[in-house]
C-alpha cells in the first residue's frame, strides 16, 4: 500500500523558516511528479509547488522567491523549503505523487500543519 507520509509543520514566527519532508513507502518516487498542496480553512486546496523527475519546478506566485522544492528519489523523499513565511502561509501542507505517465494514479500524504503567528 502506497504511503506518503510528511512532516515538518509547526508553529513558526512571520519572517521564520520551515523545512517539510514527505516521504514516501512502496511507491517509486522517480516515476511520479511530486508536488506540495495547502488547504487553509474554507478555501480550496492550492497548489503550491511540483517538480518534476527532471528537476523541472512550478510555484504558485506568492510563494515564489520563498518557497523550494526539491527531492531525492534514493531516499524516496520530496522537500518543501519555506523562508520569509507570512500569516497567509497558515495551512494544512499536503504532499502529492502524480505519475508522470499513466493517468489515475495520485497519491496524497495525510497533511501536516504549518501555522504563522506572533
Known amino acids: 500500500q502506497v504511503q506518503l507520509v510528511e512532516s515538518g509543520g509547526d508553529l513558526a514566527q512571520p519572517g521564520g523558516s520551515l523545512r517539510l519532508s514527505c516521504v514516501g513507502s512502496?511507491?517509486?518516487?522517480?516515476?511520479?511528479?511530486l508536488g506540495w498542496y495547502r488547504q487553509a480553512p474554507g478555501i480550496q486546496r492550492e497548489l503550491v509547488a511540483s517538480?518534476?523527475?527532471?528537476?523541472?519546478?512550478n510555484y504558485e506566485d506568492s510563494v515564489k522567491g520563498r518557497f523550494t522544492i526539491s527531492r531525492d528519489n534514493a531516499k524516496n523523499t520530496v522537500y518543501l523549503q519555506m523562508n520569509n513565511l507570512k500569516p497567509e502561509d497558515t495551512a494544512v501542507y499536503y504532499c502529492n505523487a502524480k505519475h508522470r505517465e499513466i493517468t489515475g494514479y495520485t497519491y496524497w500524504g495525510q497533511g501536516t500543519q504549518v501555522t504563522v503567528s506572533s
Open positions: 512502496q511507491i517509486l518516487f522517480e516515476r511520479y511528479t
Open positions: 517538480i518534476t523527475n527532471d528537476a523541472m519546478t
